[in-house]
């Protein structure tokens, strides 16, 4: 059917693709780390007077590798991804979308609600939060429980389309209703505005666990009704949804963990209008808060305290967060003169005493994750 030449010529180009890998391995690996698999990569094995060993070691090197191995590897990360909805590692769930969540265990079984308070658990902390709001009204400080929902929550409709919740009722849900029902400590669950949020403007990141700027000045006005912090300019100005522009950029953490940030880029909403000017950061990057307002920065995830001042404000706040509140710093930076924010939360009144001692606020918040709602003191 096919002549000599045609045949000869298959052969060649057959003998060409079974070889090329290991003539592109000749040249030797600069590559010492692999993104994708979040490992360390086999070194060329030096000779300790086994030849089984160095065989077996470099077999290893040559797994590791061999030419066109990282290609391969981001490329079938991108099929799996973007064209079957998968994902390459058990810690990112690929949604509906382009929407990522957060997997892995226990994620996953808060995800599905799997993973329910016990009633022992819900009296410990109600005994513990009790503790801490009385103990703050009684030296005449406003006490604020704000619990940040993980999108997911906001989101449900994201999720892959194959989940299904053991019960509709989530950690956060139980949470939130017991502490509301037999303690008084004042407990924000920002859920609802931003629900509402979303009709508007999308307030969560597509491929990050964390809310957006958008969303985060949708917290930050709750957060300051619920401390009875007036809402007047207090060097924020009132924003509508139109008032933040879409910019984009590469993916977030969690595309970074599937090591696909330049293929599954977003848009990212930032606001217009205005540009925090006032605070004064210390023991931090002065400029870094600024550049998660402008830009996503995947590296900006420093977990120390560090104190803010803004002469032209008022009010001291000593603030216990997680990595949720990072979006809110440029917008209460800006509201209160003085802040200490503080990378643990929530915090026993041990350790949450000899703080207020030292830092003398008018207003005290914990903020918290609904994905890291573990124990009362975090």
């Known amino acids: 059917m096919y002549g000599p030449i045609y045949q000869r010529l298959l052969i060649l180009l057959f003998i060409a693709a079974l070889w090329s890998p290991l003539l592109a391995t000749l040249p030797g690996s600069t590559v010492s780390v692999s993104t994708a ?25 040559y797994n590791d590798h061999f030419g066109f191995r990282q290609s391969l590897i981001r490329w079938y990360n991108i099929v799996l991804v973007k064209w079957l909805g998968e994902s390459n590692t058990r810690w990112v769930l690929v949604g509906r979308d382009d929407w990522l969540f957060q997997g892995g265990d226990p994620h996953l079984r808060d995800i599905l609600n799997a993973w329910p308070f016990s009633d022992a658990e819900l009296a410990r902390w109600a005994q ?6 009385q103990w703050l009204k009684a030296q005449g400080i406003t006490y604020v429980f704000a619990i940040t929902p993980s999108k ?12 299904r919740r053991a019960t509709d009722t989530s950690r956060m849900d139980q949470l939130v209703d017991y502490l509301r029902k037999n303690t008084q400590v004042p407990v924000l669950d920002l859920r609802p505005p931003l629900r509402a949020a979303r009709a508007t403007l999308r307030p969560y990141h597509l491929t990050d666990t964390h809310w957006n700027a958008f969303g985060a000045y949708v917290g930050y006005r709750e957060i300051l009704q619920a401390a009875g912090v007036a809402p007047a300019y207090r060097g924020v100005p009132d924003m509508r949804p139109a008032d933040f522009r879409a910019t984009m950029v590469p ?8 090591d696909l940030r330049d293929v599954l880029t977003e848009s990212v909403l930032m606001p217009e209008v205005w540009r925090p000017d006032c605070a004064e950061y210390s023991k931090v990057d002065a400029d870094a808060l600024v550049r998660y307002l402008e830009r996503f920065d995947d590296q900006f995830k420093h977990r120390q305290s560090f104190t803010t001042r803004c002469p032209r404000a008022t009010g001291r706040l000593l603030m216990f967060r997680d990595s949720f509140a990072l979006a809110l710093m440029p917008y209460l930076s800006e509201t209160f003169g003085y802040i200490h924010y503080v990378p643990h939360s929530p915090v026993s009144l041990k350790n949450l005493q000899p703080l207020v001692i030292e830092h003398r606020p008018d207003v005290v918040i914990e903020q918290r994750t609904s994905r890291w709602l573990r124990t009362p003191h975090g």
């Open 37 to 61: 698999e979040k490992r360390k990569l086999a070194e060329f094995p030096r000779w300790e007077a086994s030849w089984k060993a160095f065989v077996e070691g470099l077999e290893d090197y």
């Open 128 to 133: 513990v939060m009790s503790s801490k709001h």
């Open 152 to 163: 997911h929550l906001v989101y449900p409709d994201k999720l892959p389309r194959s989940f």
């Open 251 to 258: 993916g977030g953490d969690l595309a970074q963990a599937l």
